[in-house]
């Protein structure tokens, strides 16, 4: 069936790095673009950005361009977002998706990043 796991949340100052990773499985991995999203408990869930199934293209949300980048490996059926300057407004739990229609109701457990000093 089809697997995404996330991974790499943790604290981090203001100002700090962080890389989440998506562990996907029970589908063509390398066939699909992938999304990242995030949730905290009083807003919606919402999109960050979305890679193309090669990895050569990304678009993302304004508010995270220039400090969010999102990779893959393809060999690994491993999505990631590398997220750099982080703000205290980052705090969410971050999401991995397929963009896809047959497989985008798909959703893992999340994992927490919290940016506070």
């Known amino acids: 069936q089809v697997q995404l796991v996330e991974s790499g949340g943790g604290l981090v100052q203001p100002g700090g790095s962080l890389t989440l990773s998506c562990a996907g499985s029970g589908f063509s991995f390398g066939a699909y673009n992938m999304r990242w999203y995030r949730q905290s408990r009083d807003r919606a869930r919402e999109w960050i950005g979305t890679?193309?199934?090669?990895?050569?293209?990304?678009v993302y949300r304004d508010s995270v361009k220039g400090r969010f980048t999102i990779s893959r490996d393809n060999a690994k059926n491993t999505l990631y977002l590398h997220m750099n300057n982080l703000m205290p407004e980052d705090t969410d739990i971050y999401y991995c998706?397929?963009?896809?229609?047959?497989?985008?109701?798909?959703w893992g457990r999340g994992t927490q990043v919290t940016v506070s000093s």
């Open positions: 890679i193309d199934d090669s990895g050569q293209t990304a």
């Open positions: 998706n397929i963009d896809h229609r047959l497989y985008e109701h798909h």
